[in-house]
Each structure stands twice: as structure tokens, then as C-alpha cells.
């Protein structure tokens, strides 16, 4: 494993046990992040001061969460994980789930650092 595997792995194990600081101190100042869900772009979050709001509103969402990587591709610009997702939900959501449905996706995450951060993730599911 190589250090950029080494982070992004931290990095999912942070959010595995919903440790936000642990998240964040994997992270550059300047992150940028994007959601991508059926091929929109539905979240941007630029800066560690979005990402942070972000973080601790969404795990008020689940009793549980874990991504766990299925695969790893790595180039010199960016490493791209496969993903198999599960959670449970913790509270009603307005597009009609209710608290206890689970969900079960899969996804890519893009990750790009500079150095030992991480500067750019986009979650594609």
C-alpha cells in the first residue's frame, strides 16, 4: 500500500466511525469536494469551513455508515476507490425514506492530494 492509499484509507475509517476531526486532519485547508449522484452534480463544498458544516449535518442522518473500498485505481494525478456503501437512516428524510431504511449503493470516490492531504474528493453513486 502506498501512502496515498494509506490516507484515503484513514480517511474512510475516520468516516466509518463518524470521527469528523479524524476526516478533517486528512484534509487541506482548501478541499474541494463534489457530489455527483445520477450523473448531476448535486453538492459542492469548497474550503475545510464547508466541508465541516457538511460533515456534522449529514451524521445526524445515520445510526450507521460504512463505505467499504472494493477496489483501488492509482495514477500519478489521482486515485479512484470503488465503493460498496451501507447505512441506516436515523431520522425521516423529506424524499419520503423513514428512520431504519437502509441503504445499499455502490460508487467511485475520486480523491487528488498534494503532499499528505487530500485536496479534492468527488463521490460519484
Not at 476531526?21 to 463534489?34: C, S
Amino acid at each position: 500500500m502506498n501512502y496515498k492509499e494509506s490516507i484515503i484509507k484513514s480517511y474512510i475509517n475516520f468516516y466509518n466511525n463518524f470521527d469528523i476531526d479524524g476526516m478533517l486532519g486528512a484534509l487541506d485547508e482548501n478541499i474541494v469536494f463534489e457530489n455527483v449522484s445520477n450523473g448531476e452534480v448535486n453538492v459542492v463544498l469548497n474550503g475545510i469551513d464547508e466541508f465541516r458544516t457538511q460533515a456534522e449535518q449529514s451524521k445526524n442522518l445515520f445510526s450507521n455508515r460504512r463505505q467499504t473500498i472494493t477496489a483501488i485505481t492509482d495514477t500519478d494525478e489521482q486515485t479512484t476507490i470503488e465503493i460498496a456503501y451501507y447505512a441506516t437512516l436515523a431520522t425521516d428524510l423529506p424524499n419520503g425514506m423513514k428512520k431504519g431504511d437502509e441503504l445499499n449503493l455502490t460508487g467511485i470516490s475520486v480523491f487528488k492530494l498534494a503532499g499528505d492531504k487530500i485536496i479534492y474528493i468527488r463521490d460519484e453513486s
